[in-house]
């Protein structure tokens, strides 16, 4: 087994817990929950789901980015909402941020509550090789 290596930039929100952004580890990238959190401001976007399911991938994104990945190669999400009526809203931006062929796996599920009351979080797994 190789050495974990912590995954930390400015442009994600820091972590809020005794966690990290992300780990990479064995070809893996493994990204922390993310929050629809303005890493620039440290608040939260919006509470509306596109807005907020948009921003939690960028931050997502930039996550990747500083561990020379890319959403091109996220092959497993884990998304929580607090209100499975959004699923649909929610769907079509993150179609739109993970444009490719194949998508990633994914499941989702309604949680009764998010740090931060967000409407929205969401992990995920991806290659670095």
Do not use: W
């Amino acid at each position: 087994m190789r050495e974990i290596q912590k995954v930390e930039t400015k442009n994600a929100p820091a972590a809020v817990g005794p966690y990290s952004q992300g780990t990479h580890v064995n070809g893996f990238i493994f990204v922390s929950g993310q929050l629809p959190v303005d890493p620039g401001t440290g608040q939260m976007v919006t509470r509306d789901i596109k807005t907020q399911t948009a921003r939690v991938i960028d931050n997502i994104e930039a996550i990747l980015q500083e561990a020379g990945s890319s959403l091109n190669r996220v092959v497993r999400c884990d998304v929580f909402l607090t209100d499975m009526n959004e699923f649909k809203a929610m769907n079509e931006v993150y179609a739109s941020k993970f444009p490719g062929d194949i998508k990633p796996a994914r499941q989702a599920f309604q949680v009764v509550r998010l740090p931060l009351d967000a409407m929205i979080e969401v992990s995920c797994i991806a290659d670095a090789s």
